[in-house]
């Protein structure tokens, strides 16, 4: 009897553990604070603070600027002395981010399939769906612009890494061979303005508008809108600003 009961609590424990979404960060409490760096007193103070590396920086200190920093509940005290004892100008950005993903969330409009548009971000396999539409409205040597769509491997979740191959259909302009121009977007799984950016500029050379008609006919463009898919899909699932790739430490 105990043999069952071990491994029932084993299984138990293994699904809560090994479950990558049985749960969403909170962010319940947690602010953005927006510091004005005016001196170097300042300055030297906020770079020895992100050297701890206990802090999420979302702008890095720089002198007469300013710098965004994540602060959790229990940061806050300590970043609150800090600015005082150095008499940092600063102000509230978000005082609740977890009101802001909710509003981010709420706005944003889930689509599926080909539907891709740069009204809301978008989820991976729209990403993905949208890529492989190009493909069959835009075939090797059957139009102006050819699409393709290669994959040059695998994330750490096997997830594939695609990559799209834009180009007019011939090969050499007044002679000479074309150069290519490679894009990425999504290192930081957080920053989904990052695969929108570069999906919209893939549509717009595909699309050859007067605008990027010069760009389309003397460049090759090899265009990853999603660098980091596993982080991509985490953060839209699990926690909002996860940052890096999902592959172990």
Do not use: C
Not at 37 to 54: F, M, P, T, W
Not at 157 to 177: A, C, D, F, Y
């Amino acid at each position: 009897m105990w043999k069952l009961g071990f491994i029932l609590s084993f299984v138990i424990v293994l699904s809560v553990v090994g479950n990558p979404l049985s749960s969403v960060r909170d962010y319940s409490g947690f602010q953005v604070l927006r510091l004005y760096v005016k001196n170097i007193e300042s300055l030297l103070a906020l770079n020895e603070l992100q050297d701890r590396g206990l802090y999420d920086f979302w702008k890095e200190p720089q002198l007469n600027s300013t710098t965004d920093i994540m602060v959790s509940p229990e940061q806050f005290l300590e970043i609150l002395t800090l600015i005082q004892k150095h008499n940092i100008e600063h102000e509230v950005m978000y005082q609740n981010l977890n009101l802001a993903i909710a509003a981010e969330q709420k706005g944003m409009v889930n689509r599926l399939g080909n539907q891709m548009n740069w009204n809301s971000y978008q989820r991976l396999e729209t990403i993905y769906d949208w890529m492989d539409s190009l493909v069959k409205t835009h075939r090797v040597n059957q139009s102006i612009v050819s699409v393709e769509v290669e994959e040059i491997g695998e994330s750490f979740e096997k997830r594939p890494m695609r990559v799209l191959k834009i180009t007019r259909n011939w090969s050499v302009i007044n002679g000479q061979n074309r150069s290519a121009i490679w894009l990425d977007g999504g290192i930081h799984a957080r920053e989904w303005i990052a695969p929108a950016t570069v999906t919209y500029i893939a549509n717009e050379i595909i699309q050859a508008n007067l605008k990027s008609e010069y760009w389309a006919s003397m460049f090759d463009w090899y265009i990853s809108p999603v660098i980091n898919p596993d982080g991509y899909e985490y953060s839209h699932t699990n926690d909002r600003f996860w940052r890096k790739t999902r592959s172990y430490p």
